[in-house]
């Protein structure tokens, strides 16, 4: 893409969007309580004045229907924890994320923990055939049943958004699109990559650019290079933020804190530069965990990053 028309896509995304608020509270795909309350503590912390600050306007608010306990305990031998809830909360997301984009709006789903990415994509993917994926995360979540050590499903999202899980695929969720290609994924910030997960990286030539390559880079250049990548020959790509990206002494409400993240800066600068691309159709923001932060501190960064990536700046 040219300066000239990544500068015309920069004045768009600057104008008014109509926003749909998707609201995903499931903490079930995790390994410990409390993402499913992120969504409320989200919306607590102010984000719908700010949304409203920056002239956006707001479809009225979906609540995702989500099992908020176990149905039954899971089967001897079980690989994949909580399964039947994570599958029937991924079809509920799919029809609710492909209904937004339907109407027009730009998605914005909160979570609710990593697995809620499962449904996400797939409803973009039923609109975007070729969907770009920036994936900013501490971790890759591209375990499959035979690499999870957990169990846990959020760790998953991505293996199985690439077709890579035997047990569970888009083709089981009605309405979904085409499996994501490798080509148009991107992953940002990752730094606790499990050895399975790394191996199948490899193996795909997925680019994965490590907290390593942003202390080398400088985030920048990094995310200018994760641009060209998940903006290259797509027809929509989605932003999926994992707040656990950030060092864990600005987000210390996460379930799986991993130290030497993205520092504050780094976070809202990465944000602020996917909003003046123009080329983001859709963002989550899952894993925040007030249970973990009476304060609300992460949840206040949520917003407060949400803000950057739909066009607020200094000046």
């Given at each position: 893409?040219?300066?000239?028309?990544?500068?015309?896509?920069?004045?768009?995304?600057?104008?008014?969007?109509?926003?749909?608020?998707?609201?995903?509270?499931?903490?079930?795909?995790?390994?410990?309580?409390?993402?499913?309350?992120?969504?409320?503590?989200?919306?607590?912390?102010?984000?719908?004045?700010?949304?409203?600050?920056?002239?956006?306007?707001?479809?009225?608010?979906?609540?995702?229907?989500?099992?908020?306990?176990?149905?039954?305990?899971?089967?001897?031998?079980?690989?994949?924890?909580?399964?039947?809830?994570?599958?029937?909360?991924?079809?509920?997301?799919?029809?609710?994320?492909?209904?937004?984009?339907?109407?027009?709006?730009?998605?914005l789903i909160l979570g609710g923990d990593h697995s809620i990415a499962i449904g996400t994509m797939a409803g973009l993917a039923a609109h975007y055939p070729s969907l770009?994926?920036?994936?900013?995360?501490?971790?890759?979540?591209?375990?499959?049943?035979?690499?999870?050590?957990?169990?846990?499903?959020?760790?998953?999202?991505?293996?199985?958004?690439?077709?890579?899980?035997?047990?569970?695929?888009?083709?089981?969720?009605?309405?979904?699109?085409?499996?994501?290609?490798?080509?148009?994924?991107?992953?940002?910030?990752?730094?606790?990559?499990?050895?399975?997960?790394?191996?199948?990286?490899?193996?795909?030539?997925?680019?994965?650019?490590?907290?390593?390559?942003?202390?080398?880079?400088?985030?920048?250049?990094?995310?200018?290079?994760?641009?060209?990548?998940?903006?290259?020959?797509?027809?929509?790509?989605?932003?999926?933020?994992?707040?656990?990206?950030?060092?864990?002494?600005?987000?210390?409400?996460?379930?799986?804190?991993?130290?030497?993240?993205?520092?504050?800066?780094?976070?809202?600068?990465?944000?602020?530069?996917?909003a003046e691309s123009g080329l983001i159709t859709s963002m989550e923001v899952v894993e925040v965990n007030s249970l973990l932060d009476p304060s609300g501190r992460t949840?206040?960064?949520?917003?407060?990053?949400?803000?950057?990536?739909?066009?607020?700046?200094?000046?």
């Amino acid at each position: 893409m040219s300066m000239m028309e990544r500068e015309a896509k920069a004045v768009v995304q600057k104008q008014a969007m109509k926003l749909q608020l998707i609201h995903v509270p499931f903490g079930l795909g995790a390994g410990r309580a409390g993402t499913e309350l992120g969504p409320g503590d989200i919306l607590h912390a102010g984000l719908v004045r700010q949304i409203r600050n920056l002239g956006h306007d707001l479809a009225d608010d979906v609540w995702v229907s989500c099992a908020d306990k176990p149905a039954a305990a899971p089967a001897p031998g079980e690989r994949l924890k909580h399964f039947a809830e994570v599958a029937e909360m991924s079809r509920n997301v799919c029809t609710e994320v492909s209904a937004a984009v339907e109407s027009g709006a730009f998605p914005l789903i909160l979570g609710g923990d990593h697995s809620i990415a499962i449904g996400t994509m797939a409803g973009l993917a039923a609109h975007y055939p070729s969907l770009g994926v920036v994936w900013i995360d501490a971790h890759t979540d591209m375990n499959t049943e035979a690499t999870t050590h957990s169990g846990n499903m959020h760790g998953m999202s991505l293996a199985i958004a690439l077709g890579k899980l035997r047990s569970f695929s888009y083709a089981d969720i009605p309405g979904a699109g085409p499996s994501i290609k490798k080509g148009n994924i991107v992953m940002v910030a990752a730094r606790d990559i499990d050895p399975g997960e790394r191996e199948l990286i490899r193996k795909e030539g997925i680019a994965c650019f490590t907290m390593h390559d942003i202390d080398r880079l400088g985030i920048h250049a990094v995310m200018e290079k994760a641009l060209e990548i998940a903006g290259s020959g797509t027809d929509g790509v989605h932003l999926s933020f994992d707040i656990d990206s950030v060092d864990p002494v600005e987000a210390p409400g996460v379930g799986t804190p991993v130290r030497g993240g993205l520092s504050y800066r780094e976070a809202h600068f990465a944000l602020e530069l996917l909003a003046e691309s123009g080329l983001i159709t859709s963002m989550e923001v899952v894993e925040v965990n007030s249970l973990l932060d009476p304060s609300g501190r992460t949840a206040r960064l949520a917003v407060e990053l949400i803000a950057s990536m739909l066009g607020k700046r200094i000046i």
